[in-house]
Nanobody, 121 residues
């Protein structure tokens, strides 16, 4: 299983970016998909996640600005980030809690490579 993230970049404060993350491989289900971020000198924090049923969870500081969504048929998740602030600058990592066909009783975390988001003031 591989997760491929894309969509990071440099944007001015108040701007928008959309991150995408596609999971590929022998996937029976991606029960939870989400995004973490890590700023320099800080711990990695959960930004948002979404279940296969569409239930979402957000970091308080991004509520109302970020929207997580997914396409279950494509095992792909998206993070629409609006009204970006310099404090949102970080490396963003996607992850997925996946069940593979080889073992339907096992859930495994998979991570994508990080994508840099830089918000200038």
């Amino acid at each position: 299983v591989q997760l491929q993230a894309s969509g990071g970049g440099l944007v001015q404060a108040g701007g928008s970016l959309r991150l995408s993350c596609a999971a590929s491989g022998s996937i029976f289900s991606a029960d939870v998909m989400g995004w973490y971020r890590q700023a320099p000198g800080k711990q990695r924090e959960l930004v948002a996640d979404i279940t296969s049923g569409g239930s979402t969870n957000y970091l308080d500081s991004v509520k109302g600005r970020f929207t997580i969504s997914r396409d279950n048929a494509k095992n792909t998740e998206y993070l629409q980030m609006n009204s970006l602030k310099p404090v949102d600058t970080a490396v963003y990592y996607c992850y997925a809690l996946i069940v593979q066909y080889s073992d339907l009783f096992k859930h495994t975390d998979y991570w994508g490579q990080g994508t840099q988001v830089t918000v200038s003031s």
